[in-house]
């Protein structure tokens, strides 16, 4: 059985770096709403093993690049000189941050009395290239066109901060340890960018004729990459749904 308890656009950890005034419920909170329901039986959980995915991150690296390139996380306004860290300096460290964030909540999912009740596993989802969904376009232009510099700089900021990022959720899986003392089997790292760089590349072959622009009001979603500005369309997500079932099943346990 797979459960789905992260809602789209939320942070690991609003405490950690949310400066949105109206903020979407963390994965710390969700998650622990989940153990709650778990535990008071309120959720059915049948014979078998359960498998969590654990899929976050976009939003939190949006503000940090916005801090990296220079800006307010709102991406409007010039970051104020604080004498210390530079912008690259302090967006690594939010970066970090996140990922601590996300070990921290892992960590008690391992050792959680409600999910140590079942046989367990969890995969967390890298995060996907970023550079070429429409918001970060977007962005990228206005930035150029107010600072007169190459796109290619806020391009190759956006990238190193999602490989950091990724990186830190590899280190996270490579130290789990899975031994008597918990009831989860294995946590492994599905990396997205494959599944999504092969789509980008033939996207004809998926039904796809748009992959640069949101969908509009007379497009068909099913047509398009990206069903906004940021995230994937269903039939992207159906493309890596499929992939993520092929990389579970490969896994020797």
């Not at 190193?160 to 789990?176: C, E, H, K, P």
């Amino acid at each position: 059985m797979t459960f789905s308890i992260h809602r789209a656009g939320a942070y690991a950890d609003n405490n950690v770096g949310n400066s949105a005034s109206s903020r979407i419920r963390d994965t710390r909170t969700q998650i622990a709403k989940y153990t709650q329901d778990l535990t008071g039986k309120k959720i059915a959980v049948g014979p078998g093993s359960l498998l969590y995915f654990h899929w976050v991150g976009v939003e939190a690296i949006l503000d940090i690049w916005a801090t990296a390139a220079g800006f307010r996380p709102s991406g409007d306004q010039d970051l104020p000189s604080t004498g210390g860290d530079s912008p690259s300096d302090q967006g690594n460290k939010l970066i970090d941050q996140q990922v601590a964030a996300v070990r921290s909540q892992i960590e008690q999912m391992t050792k959680n009395a409600a999910i140590q009740m079942y046989s367990s596993a969890i995969i967390l989802m890298t995060i996907p290239p970023l550079e070429g969904s429409p918001r970060v376009v977007t962005q990228i232009k206005a930035w150029s066109d107010k600072n007169k510099l190459s796109a290619s700089l806020y391009r190759d900021i956006i990238q190193r901060l999602v490989r950091r990022y990724n990186q830190g959720l590899n280190a996270i899986a490579d130290s789990f340890k899975a031994d008597n003392s918990t009831n989860v089997d294995f946590i492994k790292v599905f990396d997205t960018a494959p599944t999504w760089n092969r789509i980008l590349e033939a996207p004809a072959k998926y039904g796809l004729v748009n992959v640069t622009d949101a969908v509009d009001l007379a497009g068909n979603p099913n047509q398009y990459f990206y069903v906004d500005s940021l995230y994937p369309s269903s039939t992207v997500q159906a493309v890596l749904g499929d992939n993520v079932a092929q990389f579970v099943k490969s896994i020797k346990v």
